[in-house]
């Protein structure tokens, strides 16, 4: 039998299939639904099989410990049916990672988010409003969460995110460096904070032997000072912007006396290292003695629970230090929805379980960071470091819930690190940096 | 399978002339005519021309897609103030007047030019150098080339990190070998004034070996009697070079020059992993600024901007580069 399949046949057929096969290729695929109506409060849909994708920054090895063991195992026996994939990343790629998804059209349902995420996210429409949801939750319980984090999460009425994390930046001592110089008790004004780290410096020439103050290093360059800076912002009555996000405030007096002590640190007491001493791998000045006093989230107790066990003891977390007010900055996490979610009601119900008081103890608890949540407030994993910094974040100031601040924070960062290198006066770099920032401002 | 000759004869419309007869007989006959289509629908079908475009569409539609589209998307929203949010607009020259006017941006062009400046002359010559060192009879001659040819099979990544550590200023080695010899330490990455100049230094110890092996090819490639014949008549071992090899070598000159100009250029590994762009924006070049303004800020549209100046900035000076050479590579 001979075969009426010829080679220019053949080919032609090979031909066809391939256009076939890669316009199917090209074809858009189904079409995500962008606001679908929440069924508020409830779980997901009894029977049906659903996946989650799940994107975490905010980890650390025992966190994903504490998610595969308790948390998800938990969360399966009241949602079998819901599966949960989990993809860890990092900060310093997030953002990249996160915009390439919704530019593409795929994310994960949920995702964790830092302190200016929601603003950025909201202004391009992203985020799953939560606000049916909440209504029915009773028992979940909205006001559990400390009353500034919801407002943070807060933009035009709406709840577009679930805070988790507080990050406070407070004042951390090595109690026993302090003590070598006649200090029982951390600063409770700038003033004494200038005094306490002149007095705890230590040089050998030109070499710091031991800095009394310590910019808290950082991957990323300008959050050294910046992150720093803001936190003092707090206690000296300034804020970034003003009321309504129109204008700057980086020039106004409150800026410019902060900006000013921390140049007084650096480059008039000699207090203080510019750049800093960096880290050890994960321990900082304040774990090998090279510095006394620093302002940090509760990094320093983490670090030595895991590296350092000996420092442990004498690492100290202190109210913040007042100049017009005792005030800190807390940078505030939070986990939000996928407007681009197929699954809202799924994920509303891992998002919600997750963020109930006895998990968010286990996540929070996974690597001793502050939850939001006032009844977690003496949980059996909060520390008496912890307990001060927590009291701080009651007070504590917020972002301005502007879509830029991440490009506001680059000026401002120049123009401390200008300072702080000598190379402007405070005045002149300020301005400047208002002037930049009123740029963004007018756009 | 259709020849060249034949899909081209085809897309000139060779093909229809043929059949041109045959139209005309079905303009008077309209039954003619449906069976005069489906002929020639057939012959379209059968022709190789059609077979050969049948199997470009897809590699057309991949390159179209991968390669054009992202360019031509590139160049257009360049134009606007797309930001990923629904309601960007076109904005004219908006984008290049920032470029051109805020400092920021004048300070990452000049620090890409000061980057390429810096690297591309000097690892230029000193893969050279190596290559003609390595090119003679020399013991260890393998090991040698083994050597400087690592750091390029190295990771960024690993890179990045020893190097950190050989420049940290406080202990690092480069800091301890320079107090061994009673000079002061540096700041190295973490100073602005040395902070290029210790990204030059990294970046030409990671690209020296790729060079080297190019110039080693060329070099190898040259015919061993232009030297006997120099021999002959008295020259000396620089004339040799600079009379034979230099100009022998002169359009592997070129291709190093011109691909480790636009590699400078497009340098980013490096950046992200050691300064991104600080400190005081002193390794802030072109390409981590586009990085940083399209996902760290999210305007696409001025980091899509950025992205055109720097590729017209790599056009301006590889262009005169071959047109000074004369010759095509």
């Given at each position: ?306 590296y350092a066990p000996e420092t442990l003891p004498l690492l100290k977390a202190a109210p ?73 974040a009651e007070t504590a100031t917020v972002y301005p819930k502007y879509h830029r601040m ?38 | ?86 309601n960007f607009r076109f904005v004219g020259l908006r984008n290049y007047q920032e470029i ?230």
């Amino acid at each position: 039998m001979t075969s009426d399949l010829s080679r220019r046949t053949f080919l032609k057929f090979a031909g066809y299939t391939g256009v076939a096969l890669g316009l199917a290729a090209c074809a858009p695929a189904a079409t995500p639904s962008t606001g679908a109506a929440p069924n508020a409060g409830a779980a997901a849909p009894a029977a049906e099989p659903v996946k989650l994708l799940v994107t975490m920054v905010d980890y650390f090895d025992s966190t994903k410990e504490a998610l595969d063991q308790q948390i998800l195992p938990a969360f399966a026996e009241i949602h079998p049916e819901i599966t949960v994939d989990i993809n860890y990343t990092a900060w310093n790629k997030y953002n990249e990672e996160l915009t390439t998804a919704f530019a593409g059209g795929v994310t994960p349902d949920l995702m964790q988010g830092g302190a200016i995420f929601v603003p950025q996210f909201a202004y391009r429409d992203w985020i799953l409003p939560l606000d049916d949801y909440i209504e029915t939750a009773d028992e979940w319980n909205w006001e559990d969460f400390m009353p500034s984090t919801r407002d943070d999460v807060t933009i035009d009425g709406q709840v577009l995110a679930i805070p988790y994390r507080l990050d406070v930046r407070t004042p951390w001592y090595r109690e026993d460096l302090l003590a070598e110089v006649g200090y029982t008790a951390p600063p409770a004004t700038w003033a004494e904070l200038r005094e306490m780290a002149k007095a705890a410096t230590i040089r050998d020439g030109d070499e710091f032997v031991r800095t009394g103050f310590h910019f808290p290093p950082n991957t990323i360059n300008w959050q050294n000072d910046f992150q720093v800076f803001v936190a003092l912002l707090a206690a000296a009555g300034g804020k970034l912007l003003n009321e309504d996000n129109t204008q700057s405030l980086l020039a106004e007096p409150e800026s410019l006396e902060t900006a000013d002590f921390l140049r007084t640190l650096v480059l008039e007491d000699q207090s203080a290292m510019y750049p800093p001493f960096e880290n050890q791998g994960e321990l900082s000045a304040l774990h090998t003695g090279k510095g006394v006093l620093t302002i940090s989230n509760e990094g320093p107790e983490i670090a030595a629970r895991l590296y350092a066990p000996e420092t442990l003891p004498l690492l100290k977390a202190a109210p913040p230090a007042a100049n017009k007010e005792a005030r800190t900055h807390v940078w505030i996490n939070k986990f939000f929805i996928s407007k681009l979610t197929t699954k809202p009601d799924a994920t509303w119900a891992l998002l919600q379980f997750i963020t109930l008081p006895e998990q968010l103890a286990i996540y929070t608890g996974s690597f001793n960071s502050l939850a939001p949540r006032i009844s977690l407030a003496d949980a059996d994993f909060v520390t008496e470091n912890m307990r001060v910094m927590a009291k701080a974040a009651e007070t504590a100031t917020v972002y301005p819930k502007y879509h830029r601040m991440a490009e506001i924070f680059r000026p401002t960062a120049q123009a401390l690190e200008a300072i702080l290198r000598g190379e402007k006066s405070v005045e002149v770099a300020m301005q400047e940096a208002a002037d930049a920032v009123n740029n963004i401002l007018a756009e | 399978m259709a020849t060249f000759q034949e899909a081209r004869s085809f897309l000139e419309g060779e093909f229809w002339e043929k059949d041109s007869s045959m139209v005309a007989t079905a303009a008077k006959n309209p039954s003619v005519s449906q069976q005069n289509d489906a002929y020639r629908l057939s012959r379209i079908l059968d022709s190789d021309g059609f077979t050969a475009l049948l199997f470009l569409f897809i590699p057309l539609l991949i390159l179209g897609a991968l390669k054009f589209y992202p360019v031509v998307f590139n160049l257009v929203i360049s134009f606007t103030n797309y930001d990923l949010s629904p309601n960007f607009r076109f904005v004219g020259l908006r984008n290049y007047q920032e470029i051109l006017t805020n400092d920021v941006y004048l300070k990452a062009i000049r620090n890409t030019l000061l980057y390429v400046v810096g690297t591309v002359p000097i690892g230029t010559f000193l893969s050279l150098f190596i290559a003609t060192l390595l090119n003679q009879g020399i013991r260890g001659r393998l090991f040698f080339r083994t050597a400087f040819y690592l750091p390029v099979v190295t990771l960024v990544a690993a890179t990045a990190l020893v190097w950190r550590w050989i420049m940290n200023p406080q202990g690092g080695l480069a800091n301890t070998a320079l107090d061994s010899l009673g000079l002061p330490g540096l700041g190295w990455l973490t100073d602005p004034n040395t902070a290029m100049l210790s990204l030059v230094v990294i970046t030409l110890w990671g690209g020296i070996g790729g060079n080297m092996v190019i110039f080693l090819a060329g070099l190898q490639g040259i015919p061993s009697e232009l030297y006997e014949a120099a021999e002959i008549d008295g020259a000396r071992a620089w004339q040799s070079f600079f009379y034979i090899t230099i100009p022998m070598l002169s359009p592997v000159t070129l291709f190093v020059v011109v691909t480790y100009t636009i590699a400078i250029f497009r340098s980013f590994g490096l950046i992200f992993m050691l300064t991104q762009g600080g400190p005081s924006l002193s390794t802030n070049t072109l390409v981590w600024e586009v990085y940083q303004t399209a996902f760290g800020y999210l305007r696409f549209g001025l980091g899509a901007a950025i992205s055109v100046v720097l590729l017209l900035t790599i056009l301006l000076l590889s262009i005169p580069m071959r047109l000074f050479q004369g010759e095509d590579f």
